[in-house]
């Protein structure tokens, strides 16, 4: 009942023109590197619609999503459930092996997961797409990795690189905001798709439709060879 006295708030609102804010859930990872840009881009064209950025992983922005906690979120859309959400995706992206450029793998043209298994690791938080991601290759490898930490903070990720013989996974993407770092490929390359969520069977309101749209044409991630 709560829900749709709120749906028809929203439609209410957007009859009488008022905008809406609009709450939306971003991987910790990319909040320092693409939302600058996006956020100062949409303020300028929708200066009447207020964002406001949550930090959260894909798995836990997806549930906020289904809770109505969140309007949208930006996920790896290998989460992504056609019953509970609607979804498009933005675009393609891809791991690397981010090393400090004097650890010896950073002269390699590339790298395999046999070869990083070995390695002493930094892997995302372990309730991460990202990491679910790598660690069931290991786990059909048959492979164990050498895991040192989990996090989900960049600082963290690159003390890490700098200060030990540490090897990560980064975005291909997240690499050209981080030139102190070599992205070395992975072979086989590993493929994500990353793409916005929001809840099926709730009302959309305008701003978080003008937001999805906006979105949508933004370019977030660079064109894949």
């Given at each position: 009942m709560l829900r749709e006295v709120e749906a028809?708030?929203?439609?209410?609102?957007?009859?009488?023109?008022?905008?809406?804010?609009?709450?939306?859930?971003?991987?910790?990872?990319?909040?320092?590197?693409?939302?600058?840009?996006?956020?100062h881009d949409f303020n300028e064209k929708y200066p009447d619609i207020h964002l406001t950025f949550y930090e959260y992983g894909s798995a836990r922005a997806a549930s906020l999503v289904q809770e109505e906690e969140l309007d949208v979120a930006l996920v790896n859309l290998s989460l992504n459930d056609p019953d509970k959400f609607h979804s498009v995706c933005i675009g393609r992206d891809h791991f690397?092996?981010?090393?400090?450029?004097?650890?010896?793998?950073?002269?390699?043209?590339?790298?395999?997961?046999?070869?990083?298994?070995?390695?002493?690791?930094?892997?995302?938080?372990t309730d991460s797409?990202?990491?679910?991601?790598?660690?069931?290759?290991?786990?059909?490898?048959?492979?164990?990795?050498?895991?040192?930490?989990?996090?989900?903070?960049i600082y963290t990720m690159k003390s890490m690189l700098h200060?030990?013989?540490?090897?990560?996974?980064?975005?291909?993407?997240?690499?050209?905001?981080?030139?102190?770092?070599?992205?070395?490929?992975?072979?086989p390359r590993i493929e994500q798709k990353v793409g916005l969520i929001w809840r099926k069977g709730k009302y959309t309101a305008s701003s978080t439709e003008a937001f999805i749209s906006f979105v949508k044409d933004y370019p977030l991630f660079p064109e894949e060879p």
């Open positions: 028809a708030k929203q439609q209410l609102h957007d009859l009488g023109g008022i905008r809406q804010p609009v709450s939306v859930g971003i991987p910790p990872l990319w909040g320092t590197t693409f939302f600058p840009d996006l956020l690397v092996a981010a090393v400090d450029p004097a650890h010896p793998l950073a002269k390699q043209e590339s790298v395999t997961l046999e070869e990083l298994a070995a390695q002493p690791l930094v892997m995302y938080n797409v990202q990491n679910h991601s790598i660690r069931s290759r290991f786990d059909r490898m048959g492979v164990v990795p050498n895991i040192l930490i989990y996090t989900s903070q200060n030990n013989t540490c090897v990560s996974f980064f975005y291909a993407s997240l690499l050209q905001d981080h030139p102190d770092l070599v992205g070395i490929p992975i072979v």
